[in-house]
């Protein structure tokens, strides 16, 4: 059974760092594409961005409002996923999702880690 | 970015009924990487359907998706007490991955 559990969430300082975790189980990690969601409160779901697996060139993409303040990695020897979030803003307040799709049974989520920027 | 587009914004529907969601798309969505969630207050979104048309896992048969191009329907075919909620489309055919902006299904 696929899992995917994230951690990492708090409470920081607009401006500050904060980097999530994302915990796989029950797939291939290495052979995997992986993305972040986020979920303001309130507001529909919000890609963030994606990496791509090792043996695809492990690049990555980002949405538009996050692109040069966060990174995604992956450390494929632990299975865990990651969400570097620098320069963070009060607009970046949400419940972050880390995803995967599989083809033969659609997207899965984790259950979300809750990121609060504010002073 | 493909930009995705949900009508109508809120439905208003009787148990027993029929509801016909729509989800448009401003470029055709990439081999129907097409998919629909629920979502209730304090939840997490569940995955409806994938692939445009497939049902995800332990999903009742009175919820089916169809559509290809820039042009998606989901239908509830007879909505129970507990299908009152919040719809979303997500196309991830091309990224940056989307989500359209949802549609409300309350009780009349």
């Known amino acids: 059974e696929v899992q995917l559990v994230e951690s990492g969430g708090g409470l920081v300082n607009p401006g500050g760092s904060l980097r999530l975790s994302c915990a796989a189980s029950g797939f291939t990690f290495s052979n995997a594409w992986l993305s972040w969601v986020r979920q303001a409160p309130g507001k529909g779901p919000e890609w963030v961005g994606r990496i791509r697996s090792k043996a695809d060139g492990g690049t990555t993409d980002y949405a538009a409002p996050v692109k040069g303040r966060f990174t995604i990695s992956r450390d494929d020897s632990k299975n865990t996923l990651y969400l570097q979030m620098n320069s963070l803003k009060t607009e970046d307040t949400a419940v972050y999702y880390c995803?995967?799709?599989?083809?033969?049974?659609?997207?899965?989520w984790g259950q979300g880690t809750l990121v609060t920027v504010s002073s | 970015e493909n930009v995705l587009t949900q009508s109508p914004g809120t439905l208003s529907l009787s148990p027993g009924e029929r509801a016909t969601l729509s989800c448009r798309a401003s470029q055709s969505v990439s081999s129907s990487f097409l998919a629909w969630y629920q979502q209730k207050p304090g939840q997490a979104p569940r995955l409806l359907i994938y692939?445009?048309?497939s049902r995800a896992t332990g999903i009742p048969d009175r919820f089916s998706g169809s559509g290809s191009g820039t042009d998606f329907t989901l239908t509830i075919s007879r909505l129970e007490p507990e299908d009152f909620a919040v719809y979303y489309c997500q196309q991830y055919g091309s990224s940056p991955y989307t989500f359209g902006p949802g549609t409300k299904v309350d009780i009349k």
């Open positions: 995803t995967h799709y599989i083809y033969s049974s659609g997207w899965k």
């Open positions: 692939g445009a048309s």
